[in-house]
């Protein structure tokens, strides 16, 4: 399934030199000086003291502290944090689930064959990862409501689930999601809580977002595929979404299951475009 999807003037003046005339003592003087008519009088009392202490001291202490002072400190340090997310590049991503058919029996966690019984599965991931100094912003898929969806031919048996980052997006049969914990509007998937369920022989499908979204798929067959459509509600989707942005990286995983025969665990081959936007922290 393929759909390829964006910075005054001050004069001193000098005063004027005024002139004076000294004259010598005794010039145009004719006679001799007189004696004095009497003796030099006594001082009339002593002389006074001084009324008070200098008046140029001053007269009180200050009353106050300068009130130069910061009335407070600065509230919040400047933020030196830059967004990574402000610019970003585009990366596209295919995601790719290759052919695959006939279970592991009785290995990695796989039970041996019993009919009509989830025994063994065959997970495939692909993951979208980022270096340690850059963060995934965005993601877009190819199969949700905001991007069309997708058409195309494919085909599996005897069921199958999708997740993104552990959350159920797709199951083949309904009853399954009652065995698994909850997360937001979804599920965690877990194969040691499936295994040994009943497996029903008719698919009934629960998808992510209920009666906003739509999936259809040809009956499960060994070999067989048809026309199949994908189309995910993007806002039942967005908390899953942003739980991998938080992640810092976009897992995939697409499990096929069986319960005894040798065409069990297959998937025709699944493909699903995707844009994930990037940012340099």
């Known amino acids: 399934m393929r759909l390829h999807i964006w910075m005054p003037l001050l004069l001193a003046c000098e005063p004027a030199k005024g002139v004076t005339t000294a004259v010598a003592p005794g010039v145009g003087d004719t006679t001799s000086p007189s004696e004095p008519t009497s003796e030099p009088s006594e001082p009339s009392g002593e002389t006074s003291e001084p009324a008070g202490e200098p008046a140029g001291e001053p007269t009180s202490e200050p009353t106050s502290e300068p009130t130069s002072e910061p009335t407070s400190e600065p509230t919040s340090e400047p933020s030196t944090e830059s967004d990574p997310c402000q610019s970003v590049e585009t990366s596209y991503w295919t995601i790719a689930m290759d ?69 159920l997006l797709i199951v083949s049969q309904d009853s399954l999601k009652d065995r698994l914990s909850t997360v937001e509007n979804s599920y965690f998937y877990n194969w040691s809580d499936i295994v040994n369920a009943d497996l029903n022989f008719s698919p009934d499908y629960w998808v992510l977002g209920g009666n906003d ?32 942005i938080a992640e810092n990286e976009v897992r995939m995983m697409l499990a096929v299951f069986g319960d005894n025969e040798q065409g069990d665990c297959y998937q025709s081959g699944f493909y699903v475009s995707v844009e994930v936007d990037v940012g340099q922290q």
């Open 99 to 167: 052919y695959t058919a006939n279970c592991d029996w009785g290995n990695n966690g796989n039970e041996s064959a019993e009919d009509g019984l989830f025994r063994a599965r065959t997970e495939q991931y692909d993951v979208f990862q980022v270096d340690s100094d850059q963060q995934i912003c965005d993601i877009r898929f190819a199969f949700e409501s905001d991007f069309g969806g997708i058409q195309g031919d494919w085909g599996y048996d005897d069921h199958f689930v999708l997740t993104l980052n552990e959350r």
């Open 213 to 244: 979204s739509q999936v259809s798929f040809p009956d499960p067959d060994f070999g067989a595929f048809g026309s199949s459509t994908i189309y995910i509600d993007s806002g039942a989707l967005e908390p899953h979404r942003q739980a991998a």
